[in-house]
């Protein structure tokens, strides 16, 4: 398991951008498949962006694809979430979540269920 810490939330004009940072430490020596998800109020929680394990492919909401963008340092152990062009309805708490490496090769997890670990969230807040 690793624990997962977010920064970078915030409160931003519509139109504006933030860069949200998920830190990883404990058992980091393998590859986790990552994702950002995102829970409004009163709404069940959504995935926004994954990426595989080992080449980096990625996996985007349509709501959130041209916008946001998901990346990672294997040498910092840190996955970022660029979101540009934010709205109002991207407000949410922002989490951060790995699945630890079960199968060998590249995997990509685009649902919420397969992630075992998770940071403790980022508040996200666009105002009109």
């Known amino acids: 398991q690793v624990q997962l810490v977010e920064s970078g939330g915030g409160l931003v004009q519509a139109g504006g951008s933030l860069r949200l940072s998920c830190a990883a430490s404990?058992?980091?020596?393998?590859?986790?498949?990552m994702g950002w998800f995102r829970q409004a109020p009163g709404k069940e929680r959504e995935t926004a962006a994954t990426?595989?394990?080992?080449?980096?492919?990625?996996y985007y909401i349509d709501s959130v694809k041209g916008r946001f963008t998901i990346s990672r340092d294997n040498a910092k152990n840190t996955v970022y979430l660029e979101m540009n062009s934010l709205k109002p309805d991207d407000t949410a708490v922002y989490y951060c979540?790995?699945?630890?490496?079960?199968?060998?090769?590249?995997?990509?997890?685009?649902?919420?269920?397969?992630?075992?670990?998770w940071g403790q969230g980022t508040q996200v807040t666009v105002s009109s």
């Open positions: 404990g058992r980091t020596d393998s590859n986790y498949a």
């Open positions: 979540a790995a699945r630890s490496p079960t199968a060998s090769g590249d995997n990509l997890y685009t649902r919420a269920e397969f992630y075992n670990s």
């Open positions: 990426i595989s394990s080992v080449v980096g492919r990625t």
